[in-house]
């Protein structure tokens, strides 16, 4: 099974990306899927997650109101729509799910990452 990011880049204060991740491979079934960040010399931190069905969402303090999480259980992906960015946001952003695989159970499973840089 495989996670891949995409969507990362160089953007200015107050723009907009929005970061997609992809999940293929083995049968598997998907349970929560979130977003984290790691910016340099920080821990990684909890950017959103969202539920199985997508009904229920939990952001940072430090996102609310400017990104938004979503997912297309059809396609197997995520979204993270990140609006009114800052510098402050700059960081690796990192696709993480819980994943129920044939054979293997549940566990969870991570992208490789996708660099997002915002100038002022």
């Known amino acids: 099974v495989q996670l891949v990011e995409s969507g990362g880049g160089l953007v200015q204060a107050g723009g907009s990306l929005r970061l997609s991740c992809a999940a293929s491979g083995s049968t598997f079934s998907i349970n929560t899927m979130g977003w984290y960040r790691q910016a340099p010399g920080k821990q990684r931190e909890l950017v959103a997650v969202?539920?199985?069905?997508?009904?229920?969402?939990n952001y940072a303090d430090s996102v609310k109101g400017r990104f938004t999480i979503s997912r297309d259980n059809a396609k197997n992906t995520m979204y993270l729509q990140m609006n009114s960015l800052k510098p402050e946001d700059t960081a690796v952003y990192y696709c993480n799910a819980v994943l129920f695989v044939a054979g293997r159970g549940l566990n969870a499973y991570w992208g490789q990452g996708t660099q997002v840089t915002v100038s002022s």
């Open positions: 969202i539920s199985s069905g997508g009904g229920s969402t």
